[in-house]
């Protein structure tokens, strides 16, 4: 099981705080007071409830605001996560709630089921600890620990055997304790032996009641005699305490006054820190007896330094000129400096401009530095190559589009058809062979129901007719336009057309007996089928197959006299492109002539574009300004190689004033030169040390009047206060001042003394009657009357306990006998006494049995299974230690433990130095937690700051051993320490920094 998250909504100075914890390990690191120990103490209190109160003061309050306690989200190692949600103000419980993967909700017994059995004191001691638990063994040794731990997968879900044995116990002490009265059992043996005594007296009730009324009436008379001479008996009592009490003070109150009256009474004007005044006045004296010889030591030394002292007059008298020297010096090597730097520069940019050169073609430097390469010119560019730009667009375009109108032109050529017949005689047959197709005249026929039938035919051809119509209409279209949704439409509308006229003309009957209507339509049939084309004999379906020819005949012309009128358009627009390409190319052939005029002003390759220009421009530009460049710093560098040839001059003539030959080698002049200005700093040091020296002794000569001054004044003091003091000398006064301190301390001593007796007595009046009884009395004799009067009181106070005691015993049994007959009811009481006397006996009889197997069963088991414990132990010890101590020995049943070197005899725990013990403990710690995790699931781990005893080896192997432990634990480590915190997460990645 590990912390998958942590929620605080109030602990400390968390507040509103969550962390993302991840399985393995987690450093969480800050400095002091980040909050490192807080959330660790706000998990236990999550998981375990608030600690109590501290002086008063709630523990770990809500400092930063937000209701007080958090939440924790549980993986378990199966993959349900569990929510533990605790709050409270106080110490205590609190509000726990937890919430199961399902989303039911339980409290504490839940939350004991899911840690299996762990509490506040085993989470504290093994799973969660800080240096605190570490150093201390008891921590581990506890049997509530080991049971939980051995116990963890008993099968005994969240409770431990040791919680089973103790739970047992107390039932036991519920239901019997030796010289108990609260218990069960004994209870109701009370109760059995009080229902039988009672039975016993009932049977005796004979005329008693007459005798108890007059022993009580003569018990209540004895009372009150008791009650007043008990009064006067503890008056007496406490008198006699007084003086017993006030004898030795009194005693002592008096030889304190003998040793005060001894004393020298002129003690009392001493001043309780006359000694401290002493002192103070010594020490003025000898501070000013040492400040004068203080200052004849530093008069002398500073005499003797003055007369070695040599300055030289010369050197500083040139001094300004030396300065001068320095300084111009500086400047020229400066200049110098600044030469070689503008020669550097006039050559950069001269190598700048022949790169431009180099670039336009190897021109000479006046042409290219001749060129125009301002704004304008730059402009000018801009705009030809602008112009130029939109006169080729057009010329583009033109010629685009005449060259499409060209290869229109040629595919319209190439679409005419071999389209023959007269459009006017195509029309009149199809009219025709429509009208044969609508009144459905075929071939002759003299059967009584051939007009039925060629009505039903008529419809079909109709249909035929229509769909033919509207296919030849599509393919009509979609050649003119070249648009296939345009002739579907076309298409469709045709088709509906003709299928509207054909609703609209009616039908002949099926069965007409009008022979003239017959005849009618015979010579209508004749003569369309003379239009037609047709012979007699045709049918229906020749009739639409003519019908169909004919239409698409008729679509062939439409579509020739179309493509016709089309070639004569694109013609017409053909000719009109062709004109605007050659105005376009006439407009092109105008802006180079001008670009060509441009260029020869500007004297740039007239082959140039308008970018190669541009190009042309700014190289002559760069070469302008690089060349002007040149020339400023070839000019700078022959000034100051001017200057410095004149500085060199006058240097030599300095030196020749001053008395120094000139250097034969440029080279050298620096040198002489530095000498001469150490040899000037030498004599001004001695000059201003001189004067240092010189005010120094006029200064000493003024604090050697003052110090004598001090002194005289000092001594003067010193002897004065001895004179006030009636001391002769220092000693006799420190002798005197001891006297008065103990004088005042027996003044102070008398009168406390005197404040116990008023203490004593009760107000400061009665002290002195109180100082003379006390002192009058005897007191071996006052000690014996007090214990009588002492002995007296308790005899009266028992008499009378003992009276009333009977009293009220009197007054229970004659209510008793007053009653009315209960000696039924008594035995009926009696034996369901017994009865249930029998029955909890029975059950504590078996209790004890069970807690008797429990607990051998327990020992057995942690015997059995310590070794492992100790196994695991000695891995982590051995590690820790560097195969130091291989093997650590814990006896069953005991509480302590051991450990062997490899060489040497075995070591207890208090020979092992404070940081191999807190090792042990942490090794043993880890084998209790791999023993607990065999037998349930493992807890997260939790350790506060644990490695600071640690030497550097030490605490890199345990943190290699809390990395062992993290590969099957959650473990979380806090730390104040950068380094610990690289010893446990080296690369970084699993540290969280706090605060």
Known sequence: MRIDRVEIDGFGRFSAAAWELPAGLTVMHGRNEAGKTTLLNAIRAILFGFESTREGRTWYPALAGGRRGGRLQLLTASGERWRVERHGERGGAGALVVTAPNGNQGGQETLDRLLHGADRDLFANIFAFGLGELQH?????????RSRIYGAGSGLGGMSAIDVERRLRAEQERSFLPGGRQQQINRLLGEVEELRGRIADLERIPAEHEALRAERSALDQRRGELQARRRAATELREHLRRLREAQPVAAALQILRT???AMDPTLERLPADAEAILERRLDQVEVARQAIADIASRTAAADRELDQLQVDEALLAAGAELTALRDERLIQEQRGEDRRHAEASAARHAAEVEDQLHRVGGWPEPRLLAVDDSIAALEETREAERRLAVTVGQVERAAAAAAAARGELTLLEQEAGAADGDEAELHARRDALTRLAELGLGARSGVPGASRRSSAANGMVVGGVALLTGATVLAVAAAVFGNLAMGVVLGLLAMLAILAISRLIPSAPALSPDAQLIQTADSDRQQLLARA?????????????????????????GAERQRQARFVERGRTQARLEAELAEAQRAHAAELDVWGDWLKRTG???SSSPETAR??????GLARRAAAARDEQRHRAAEIEAASDAYEQRLDARLERLGRNPAPDSRLRPAVLAQLLQELERATDARRREEELRRALAELTVRAEEARAAMSTAEAALAGWLESSGAADPDDLRARAGQAQLLRNLQQQVRELRNRLAGIAGSEAAVVSLIAEAGAEDPAAL???????AAEVDRLEAEESSVVARIGELGARLTQLESTEELGVVRQQLAVAEARLAEASRQWSIRAVALALLAETRKRYERDRQPQVVQDAERYFAEITDGRYPRIVAAPGEESVRVEPA??????LDELSRGTQEQLYLALRFGLIEQFARGAEGLPVVMDDILVNFDADRAARA????????ARHQVLYFTCHAWTAELLDPDRSRTVALG
């Open 903 to 908: 060489e040497g005899a075995a070591k207890e």
């Open 137 to 145: 063994f008891t921590s581990l040794s506890s049997a509530g620990v």
């Open 259 to 261: 040793e005060l009256a």
């Open 783 to 789: 000690e014996v009357r007090a214990q009588e009067a």
């Open 604 to 606: 740039l390759e007239p």
């Open 615 to 620: 190009q042309l421009l700014a190289a002559a």
């Open 959 to 966: 943190a290699s051993a809390i990395r062992d432990l993290a």
């Open 533 to 557: 084309g047709l012979p007699e004999s045709v049918g229906p379906s020749q009739i639409a197959a003519r019908l169909e020819e004919t239409a698409r005949e008729l679509a062939a012309v």
